[in-house]
């Protein structure tokens, strides 16, 4: 008994000095732990602060379908099921003139959660602010690219004829109205020179637009902007309502809501392990720019299936041709090109497609949402957060999370 007593003793300062030490690393783990609500269990907000109060930031990102009514997708009766690395990459990348890796990227930046795939395999999956795999993570502007997916699956079915129809062809109540007078083409490159501004401030046109949308539906809210300020085709202008207008058309011609028919083409087909939600409207239509949420790795799950054209065990699930025509800029005009469109990114099919010759694009939303897709090296990073401001610009997250995907990249292959 003395002896073990005795053992334990010598024992303890080491004990000690563990628990200081992995105290220390929890502290580390996760920036503004305490601002984001981690003392309060992470408070999910309500309808009025969910968006705007980063207090309740980290609660209601992973919590949206307990404050918005919503559709759902339900899960796959049959999973997919990931393969999953025996250890984690050594991945490394430059930033501000320094080497980190992944855990200093997670210390530096408000993730919630991030995942790392290649080849269908599962390289790295973290989680931050007591986040965990059950997690539904909402989209932000991520869901766009979903609609644009709803299109090319129309497209396929034949039930929409050709993308230079107009929408008013598939949505009569739009008729003679400037947006039921753009193309859909022009539409999903986000060019139907209405104008619209979107700054995410509460007071612009994204909030009147969303204002009418919640209380009076879709159509009435489309009507309220029809002032064109230029020639559709013409320029890349940002702004949610246009992806509105998408759902809006198919379910005109498919007779389903964008969860519906999503939940047969998409989700079932790819093998969600849990079900999506998306938020909705009063006429049922989901806010189609936004609100949808799933978890960590059934976006992964569809960023593995993008990154292999749409194929999955030899079907091919997702419209090859429309896919790759929706994320290749060389298939579009100069003006929605990279570094033309924005000073970065060209923008496609409502997916934002990378400079460079080869094809790589992504699925972004505000507050630092993305999935970055690679198809020559099937490789995908998953990127969930509640970062301090809507738009990256202004903070850091925006260039490290470029020069990560960088790092992985180039660890793999060439830019």
């Known amino acids: 008994m003395d002896r073990h007593g005795s053992a334990f003793k010598n024992l303890k300062p080491f004990l000690f000095l563990c628990v200081f030490l992995l105290s220390v690393a929890s502290a580390q783990a996760a920036p503004d732990e305490e ?12 309808r009025e602060n969910w968006f705007f109060d ?30 999953r690395s025996s250890s984690e990459p050594w991945v490394r ?64 079915d034949g039930k929409i004829r050709s993308l230079d129809d107009t929408v008013a062809t598939y949505v009569p109540e739009l008729k003679g109205y400037a947006y039921g007078e753009t193309r859909i083409r ?25 204002q009418i949308l919640i209380s009076n539906g879709s159509i009435p809210a489309l009507k309220a902007f029809n002032e064109r300020e230029a020639a559709e085709g013409e320029r890349f202008h940002y ?19 964008l969860s519906a028919y999503l939940t047969e ?34 976006w992964g799950r569809l960023g593995a299936l993008l990154a292999n054209d749409g194929s999955l065990n030899g079907r ?11 994320t290749d800029w060389h298939r579009h005009p100069k003006a929605f090109t990279p570094k033309e469109a924005t000073p970065w990114f060209g923008y496609g099919y409502q997916f934002w497609t990378f400079p460079g010759e080869r094809r790589r694009f992504a699925l972004l939303g505000v507050y ?39 790092g992985l990249v180039t660890k793999y292959g060439r830019w």
Not at 35 to 46: E, F, Q
Not at 99 to 110: F, V
Not at 316 to 326: D, G, M, R, T, W
């Open 35 to 46: 601002l984001l609500g981690k003392s309060k269990g992470y408070p999910v907000g309500n």
């Open 54 to 83: 980063e207090t309740v930031r980290v609660g209601s990102f992973s919590n949206l379908d307990t404050i918005l009514p919503h559709n759902i997708l339900t899960k796959s009766p049959t999973p997919t099921e990931f393969k």
């Open 93 to 156: 990348y430059s930033f501000e003139g320094k080497s980190y890796g992944i855990d200093d990227y997670l210390q530096h930046q408000r993730t919630t959660g991030l995942l790392v795939i290649k080849d269908r395999e599962i390289l790295v999956e973290r989680y931050q602010y007591d986040r965990k795999p059950t997690d539904r993570f909402v989209s932000h502007s991520m869901a766009k690219s979903l609609v644009s997916l709803a299109v090319g699956f129309a497209l396929s």
């Open 186 to 210: 022009n539409v999903l490159r986000m060019a139907s020179g209405v104008r619209f501004t979107e700054n995410y401030d509460g007071i612009d046109d994204l909030g009147r637009f969303y």
């Open 239 to 257: 702004a949610s309502i246009e992806t509105q207008l998408l759902a809006v058309a198919v379910r005109s011609a498919t007779g389903k809501n």
């Open 265 to 298: 083409k998409l989700w079932w087909p790819m093998g969600a392990e849990a079900e999506a939600t998306w938020s909705n409207t009063p006429d049922g239509l989901e806010q189609a720019f936004g609100n949808f949420s799933a978890t960590l790795r059934d």
């Open 316 to 326: 091919q699930i997702l419209p090859k041709e429309y896919l790759v025509e929706a």
């Open 368 to 406: 630092g949402q993305a999935i970055l897709v690679d198809p020559d090296q099937k490789l995908v990073l998953v990127h969930t957060a509640a970062a301090r401001n809507a738009l990256l610009e202004q903070e850091s997250m925006a260039p490290e999370r470029g020069w990560l995907w960088y």
